[in-house]
């Protein structure tokens, strides 16, 4: 059994190819809204690219997960002589995208990170910021970002485990008793040791961070602009009514003291593939 089948997203009867759509789907309706509401991703992205080793000269890098193509463009201006993949499920964020992108050089890919259309070996670096913790197959995920590595290329990698949203969580559950409202993530002891399983020689490092908001209901506001809304089997068909949302203000951690934190519980993975002998 996969150890990371309680992911963010409950598997569909036709084994993820509905909930994948979804996914795409989501993000992708998001794609107009989602670079002015993603502090958590860029804090996250431009954290990624500081670890990145200046000696470090990449050929060829894969954004994946790259969405509006942010930081597919930090990597191309940081690397100008290489060649640079942004790849996404959803063709709403490639668009987006590449019309925000205002040069060329750059190949878009509508791809699934489970099964990437690039040759073994092809790639020296692979940055993915915040996409591996959407799959239902992480495992599958990490083996093709190995796969297509070279022998010394280089993996950074940022997902959210168990505890993020803790507040929001918190708060629903007194809302609304028994009726799930946010994501859920896996705990980072699982993470640790799927990426020890398959990465030899990585570790997950684990750093909470804490973003303020004007109120629970900017919270909820900005997940939505991402397009990170609670996507799992249990949500209603229907509108939350007002009144819902009003109690679970009223039960949401220092509410009542005016601005409000939610947490994120963020991982982050710095793997170079070995070199043979």
Not at 64 to 85: D, I, N, S
Not at 186 to 205: C, D, F, K, N
């Amino acid at each position: 059994m996969n150890i990371f089948n309680d992911l963010t997203t409950a598997s569909s009867a036709d084994g993820g190819t509905g909930t994948k759509a979804s996914i795409a789907s989501g993000f992708g309706g998001a794609s107009h809204t989602y670079d002015s509401a993603s502090r958590l991703q860029k804090t996250m992205g431009d954290t990624m690219l500081s670890r990145i080793p200046e000696a470090f000269g990449p050929e060829s890098i894969l954004d994946l997960g790259c969405g509006t193509g942010w930081f597919t463009r930090k990597l191309t201006t940081r690397y100008p002589e290489a060649r640079v993949t942004g790849a996404d499920l959803s063709p709403g964020m490639l668009a987006r995208a590449e019309a925000a992108t205002g040069f060329g050089g750059v190949n878009w890919l509508n791809a699934d990170a489970e099964q990437l259309p690039l040759a073994d070996g092809s790639v020296d670096l692979v940055f993915s910021n915040l996409m591996v913790q959407w799959s239902q197959q992480p495992e599958v995920v990490l083996a093709e970002c190995q796969r297509v590595l070279r022998p010394g290329g280089l993996l950074v990698m940022s997902t959210l485990v168990d505890g993020t949203l803790r507040e929001l969580k918190q708060a629903w559950a007194k809302a609304d008793p028994g009726q799930p409202h946010v994501n859920r993530f896996v705990p980072a002891e699982q993470w640790q040791r799927l990426t020890r399983m398959t990465l030899t020689g990585s570790a997950l490092e684990l750093s909470p961070i804490r973003l303020l908001y004007d109120s629970p209901m900017a919270l909820n506001r900005e997940l939505k602009q991402l397009g990170a809304v609670f996507k799992g089997e249990e949500r209603r068909l229907t509108v939350t009514a007002p009144g819902r949302f009003r109690a679970m203000c009223r039960a949401y951690p220092g509410a009542r003291s005016g601005r409000v934190f939610a947490t994120y519980e963020a991982g982050w993975l710095n793997w170079q593939k070995p070199i043979a002998g």
